[in-house]
């Protein structure tokens, strides 16, 4: 483990050269130890396609983080999060800040349970649901996605968990007119952002959407 662990923090101060996002040593310490918990669990309970652990850090979590600088408010929901993405490597970088982690498999909840367990993470709050059940105390500032549905689809379930002053933040890659398109009349679309990834092949985009004001 602490020779993935030395190979993977060299190849993080690799990339991290390409981004314009401030990291500390405790932050690229969690992250990647966060990589290393991910790669172990895999092997057992297969939480995500990528096998490869230093592909990991750039299609896990670089692709993650590069969300971060169009946060806003305090609390997000992270919906389908699957093993924690983007919500624990966000978790990691923002402390300040409060992500709630939805997902159904039960695998995924009891992984993301172990990881901010033993990396000390205090701001993550998981929750094994549907996203449509999830009724929440107060609407939140925002809802990621990553890899979890339409942007239709997206909208539809995960509608109740903003309010008019909320943003829909979906991570995509390349951008397909239909989908755009295909956005309901009670939401707008905000902005689309190209993202750059440190040696991710293919194209990413970051998706603001927000509910029209009644």
């Known amino acids: ?120 993470i205090k701001n993550v709050f998981p929750i094994q649901s549907r996203v449509e059940q999830v009724i929440p105390e107060q609407a939140f500032d925002g809802v990621l996605s990553r890899a979890f549905a339409s942007l239709n689809d997206m909208l539809h379930w995960c509608q109740h968990l903003v309010d008019e002053k909320g943003e829909f933040l979906a991570l995509k890659g390349q951008l397909h007119a239909d989908e755009i398109n295909q956005i309901p009349a009670q939401f707008t679309l905000v902005q689309s952002i190209p993202l750059l990834i440190p040696s991710l092949v293919g194209d990413r985009h970051l998706i603001k959407i927000k509910k029209m004001a009644l």
Request: hydrophobic residues 40%.
């Open 1 to 120: 483990m602490q020779d993935l662990f030395d190979a993977l923090y060299l190849q993080f101060d690799e990339l991290k050269k390409d981004i314009d996002v401030a990291i500390d040593v405790q932050q690229q310490t969690k992250l990647v130890q966060f990589v290393c918990l991910l790669n172990k669990w895999n092997k057992a309970y297969n939480l995500s396609s990528v096998r490869d652990p230093h592909e990991m850090l750039i299609k896990h979590i670089f692709d993650s983080i590069a969300v971060g600088p169009h946060l806003r408010g305090d609390t997000f929901a992270d919906v389908g999060t699957g093993p924690g993405l983007p919500g624990i490597p966000l978790a990691i970088m923002y402390p300040e800040k409060s992500f709630t982690l939805i997902d159904s498999l039960g695998k995924h909840i009891r992984f993301i349970k172990q990881a901010t367990h033993d990396l000390g």
